[in-house]
Every structure is written in structure tokens, then in C-alpha cells.
């Protein structure tokens, strides 16, 4: 075989592709080794194919990657019939299905490369809906404490009563909403100032002339602050105070960690 008739066998792309049987490599490297103008035909095959690689090179999440070479590793590659080059008919008649051959390998790296793209766009876009998703529940939740809220601010029946700062924290503020036709207590604790781990607020309706439980009090909520909030019912009281005690409560207020106090 001459230079020309080694170029056209096919057997240089066979053999970049790592499809060459191990006698038509040994040939291929001879040939190479013999014929100058083949080194160099290799050598832009070579070029070509890393090319091919770095342009639709991508990094895919590590369970493609996984799964990819599992499903590889699975199919053991079937056996190599070598071609029997000893007469120039057969080895004319082997051109189609080597350059067949060839292209098959870069079809099967394209496929692999724009199925890996395409799985990557898809898991993106999975995690951007479900972002979006805890995003519009957020954003619901939220709209539906402000509906309450404002509900309990703007009732006919509502009369607010202003918890001033005492001693313990002179900055400190609250309010009470009570519903003159239910005697529902509602408190808005977000104006309170924050409390040492194992504390709580504890709020407390004075009824003739003594401090009765009205329930502990959420400060936070996934990291916000804690708005209006629903207490213990009382059909009257004098004023409200609230205070800071052990987490769960006490049966008396501390009255040295009283924040806030206001009259009805």
C-alpha cells in the first residue's frame, strides 16, 4: 500500500478512536514510523478529535457522571475481528465500515455530550421551580399572617391598649389588641428586645388587682419577627404586663423582669 491508499483505509481514524484491533495498530504504527506524510495526517486526526472533545467539553453533575460509566461498564466491547490484509480487494472493501466505524465514535460522543447538557439544563431547571416553589409558599404564608393581622387591627370591636417600657428595658414596647365583643387578647410582641437562650416572654392580664397567666409568647418565627399573635381569653382586665421567665413559664411573675406594663 502506498501513502494515499494507507490515508484513505480509514485505519488512521480507527486507530486515534481506539477502535483498532492490536494488529491494525502495530500496522498503523509501522506505517506512521515508514511514511512521513501518514505521521502528519495522523498527527491532524489526532488534533482534531481533542478539538472535537475541549469545544463540547462539560462538567456534569456526579451522578450522570456515575451513571454514565456504570451503563459503559455494563456492555463489555464486542471481540475485534481483525481484517485480513493480505490482498488489497479486502482491505478496499473494509474502507466503508471502518469510515463507518469512525464517524460512529463521534456521533456517540456527540450524543453523550448533548445528553449530558440536556440533563444539566433539566436538573437546573428542576431546582430553579422548586426555588421558586418555597419562594410563592413563603410569600403566601406571609400574605395570610398579614390578612390575620390586619383583620385583628382594623375589627370594629378591637381596642389597643399600649405596653410601655419598664426599668428592665426602658426601649422596650408592645400591644395588645382586645376584642371588647369576645374578650380575645391578641399581643404584638415585635417591638420586644431579645432574651438570653432558655428565656421567654410571658404575658399577664391584671384582673381585679391581680396578675393572671396570659400564655407565653412566640418572639420568632423562620427567622423573622413574630408578629400578632393570639393569647389566653379574658372578659376583663385592668392592664396587661408582660415578662420575662424560665422557657415554658412561671405560675407568678418575676417582678424585677417585668419589660413592659400599660392600662386599659
Not at 440533563?119 to 400574605?143: F, G, P, V
Not at 399577664?204 to 393572671?212: L, T
Amino acid at each position: 500500500m502506498n501513502s494515499n491508499e494507507i490515508i484513505s483505509s480509514g485505519l488512521l481514524e480507527l486507530y486515534a478512536s481506539g477502535l483498532a484491533s492490536k494488529e491494525e495498530a502495530h500496522q498503523v504504527q509501522q506505517w506512521i514510523k515508514l511514511y512521513p506524510e501518514v505521521a502528519a495526517e495522523f498527527a491532524l486526526i489526532e488534533v482534531s478529535l481533542e478539538t472535537l472533545a475541549q469545544e463540547n467539553a462539560l462538567q456534569p453533575a456526579a451522578k450522570v457522571k456515575e451513571g454514565l460509566f456504570a451503563k459503559i461498564n455494563a456492555h463489555k466491547q464486542a471481540p475485534v475481528i481483525p481484517l485480513q490484509a493480505n490482498t488489497k480487494t479486502h482491505l478496499n472493501n473494509g474502507v466503508y465500515w471502518k469510515w463507518a466505524a469512525a464517524a460512529a465514535v463521534l456521533l456517540l460522543f456527540g450524543s453523550i455530550v448533548a445528553n449530558v447538557s440536556l440533563y444539566n439544563k433539566y436538573d437546573q431547571a428542576n431546582k430553579d421551580l422548586q426555588q421558586s416553589q418555597q419562594q410563592l409558599t413563603l410569600a403566601e404564608e406571609s400574605n395570610s399572617d398579614m390578612k390575620e393581622d390586619m383583620h385583628v387591627v382594623q375589627s370594629k370591636y378591637s381596642e389597643p391598649v399600649a405596653l410601655h417600657g419598664m426599668n428592665v428595658a426602658p426601649d422596650a414596647a408592645a400591644k395588645i389588641f382586645w376584642m371588647k365583643n369576645t374578650g380575645e387578647v391578641y399581643v404584638d410582641p415585635s417591638n420586644l428586645p431579645d432574651i438570653p437562650e432558655g428565656k421567654q416572654f410571658q404575658l399577664w392580664a391584671i384582673v381585679d388587682g391581680k396578675p393572671v397567666d396570659g400564655g407565653m409568647i412566640i418572639t420568632s418565627k423562620k427567622g423573622t419577627k413574630y408578629r400578632i399573635q393570639k393569647m389566653k381569653t379574658f372578659g376583663s382586665a385592668q392592664a396587661f404586663a408582660i415578662t420575662i421567665e424560665k422557657a415554658g413559664g412561671s405560675p407568678t411573675p418575676t417582678m424585677d423582669q417585668m419589660v413592659v406594663m400599660g392600662k386599659m
